[in-house]
């Protein structure tokens, strides 16, 4: 995908929201307003390139496998979300690795939707 | 007296077996959340993968992305069931995500061919990090965990 500035953008903020959570979950603590200010981050630039993904599809591009190409679109949309109101609902240690796994699924995404669009891989 | 809960959401739902102090703990919260949270995400992955596959490539490998359908459903009910905490029907959805991923995983070592796509459960789960492996054990070992008073 073109903008690879945004996609790279996008793995290193939720790796790091990710690593934020994990420490919250070592220390036992439920995740609090920064670890969620920090996911909000992430998926700010999440929608940042879901946005330059689609703009790309409405000039014509066409990555290598459409459909699975939207459906990740759609999946990298609600997973932060997701996995913060599932952190919220278990204010526990629990919530905090829920919201790490979010960070990571998140990067692992990221690389899949550029594979994807490639059609390497 | 009512407890005071401002949202009770769906897996909050006073299922069976949540019991009283000393009892069983539901299966959807603590350790269980993060189950609950994986399994829906895999529910998810598998069943809008396998439905892309049947619907533009079923004749390549029809068994594989049957299979992989069928994981899609065993993820889903195991969600369901462990969301719900209904903890029998939850230990059979694990059993039988974990025989299928074995068996799957062998069968796809064994004869290559006939799974030329990566699927959930092909290669152990390789394509998904082997989380697929390792979920259903997880799952069982909470299972009993959480049974315990």
């Known amino acids: ?121 | 007296m009512a407890e005071l809960k401002s949202d009770p959401g769906p897996l909050d739902r006073p299922a069976r077996e949540t019991g009283g102090p000393g009892g069983p703990r539901p299966t959807y919260a603590g350790p269980g959340r993060v189950l609950v949270a994986v399994y829906g995400l895999f529910a998810l992955a598998a069943t809008a993968r396998a439905g892309v596959q049947i619907a533009t490539k079923f004749h390549e490998a029809p068994l594989a992305y049957v299979l992989s359908a069928l994981a899609g459903v065993v993820y889903i009910l195991a969600t369901v069931a462990l969301a719900r905490s209904e903890r029998r029907f939850a230990v059979l959805c694990c059993s039988i995500e974990l025989v299928g991923v074995l068996a799957v995983g062998t069968a796809s070592v064994v004869d290559h061919a006939a799974f030329p796509d990566a699927t959930v459960w092909s290669g152990y789960g390789q394509g998904y990090g082997y989380v697929p492996l390792v979920l259903p054990i997880l799952g069982l070992l909470w299972l009993r965990r959480s049974s315990r008073t």
């Not at chain 1, 066409?62 to 459909?67: K, S, Y």
């Not at chain 1, 609902?89 to 550029?114: D, K, Q, Y």
């Open chain 1, 1 to 121: 995908m073109t903008p690879h500035g945004v996609g790279t953008a996008v793995i290193i903020t939720s790796l790091l929201a990710a690593a934020w959570c994990l420490v919250t979950t070592l220390r036992k603590r439920p995740i609090g307003i920064g670890e969620l200010v920090a996911m909000g981050v992430a998926q700010a630039l999440v929608i940042t390139q879901i946005v330059i993904s689609v703009v790309h599809l409405v000039q014509g591009q066409r990555p290598h496998e459409l459909a699975t190409f939207i459906g990740y679109l759609v999946a990298i949309f609600v997973i932060l979300p997701v996995a913060g109101v599932l952190a919220k609902m278990e204010p526990t240690r629990w919530g905090s690795l829920i919201a790490t796994v979010g960070g990571l699924v998140v990067a692992v995404l990221i690389v899949r939707l550029n594979q994807i669009w490639t059609g390497v891989g």
